[in-house]
């Protein structure tokens, strides 16, 4: 029952490196996201895969890349990590995109030095 | 204006009062409403969703959803410390294909 998956859980990288969050889902769902979350900022979107094949800009892509590797696997990537990108990363899951509920994984809390 | 709009508290409530939570948002078109909690450290839980007018009830929990005046607000009855959380408003835009999230209460249950 592990429902959406993400590591790591934690990293600490230097300005400059690159890396790649990775995020797996075992519900079946055919949309996925990435989002950040920053104090007093709530969520926000950072990319998302409506469904298989598919991946669209959310609110702050700039700085990122995504993979729709599966159905089940979503990752996403930091060429060039900055301070401005330490966050806490949340991948998250619906059956599709629009009216359903998404389904949170436990997190990635990323620095950059 | 921000799409989603939430009090950012803290709400502090005494234990088994209701705990009134509101959000506000300004896409007229909007269908789905949902409630998540998160507790400090913690990934977003969801708790309730709605896409009427009206009332939906789930145990402790109702959330209230009026589109004329585009609120929806989450009350929680007999509140427990357990319920101290952030709580996240999401709203899903015309468009269709994307969640926006208010910034969040923080509610705070005194026992």
């Known amino acids: 029952n592990a429902g959406v998956t993400q590591t790591p859980k934690f990293q600490v990288l230097k300005t400059g490196q690159s890396m790649t969050l990775q995020c797996a889902q075992d519900?079946?769902?055919?949309?996925m996201y990435w989002y950040r979350q920053d104090p007093g900022m709530g969520l926000r979107l950072i990319y998302y895969s409506a469904s298989e094949g598919t991946t669209d800009k959310g609110e702050v892509p700039n700085g990122y890349n995504v993979s729709r590797l599966n159905k089940r696997e979503f990752s996403l990537r930091l060429e060039s990590a900055a301070p401005s990108q330490t966050s806490v990363y949340f991948c998250?899951?619906?059956?599709?995109?629009?009216?359903?509920?998404?389904?949170f994984g436990d997190g990635t809390r990323l620095s950059i030095l | 204006q921000k799409e989603v709009e939430q009090n950012s508290g803290p709400l502090s409530v005494p234990e088994g009062a209701i705990a009134s939570l509101n959000c506000t948002y300004s896409?007229?078109?909007?269908?789905?409403f949902f409630w998540y909690r998160q507790y400090s450290g913690k990934s977003p839980e969801l708790i309730m969703f709605i896409y009427s007018n009206g009332d939906k009830e789930d145990g402790r929990f109702t959330a209230q959803l009026n589109k004329a005046s585009q609120y929806v607000s989450l009350l929680i009855r007999d509140s427990q410390p357990s319920d101290s959380a952030t709580y996240l408003c999401a709203v899903n835009m015309e468009d269709g294909n994307k969640l926006v999230f208010g910034a969040g209460t923080i509610l705070r249950v005194k026992s």
């Open positions: 896409d007229r078109g909007s269908q789905s």
């Open positions: 998250a899951s619906s059956g599709r995109v629009g009216n359903q509920p998404q389904h």
């Open positions: 519900m079946n769902h055919n949309s």
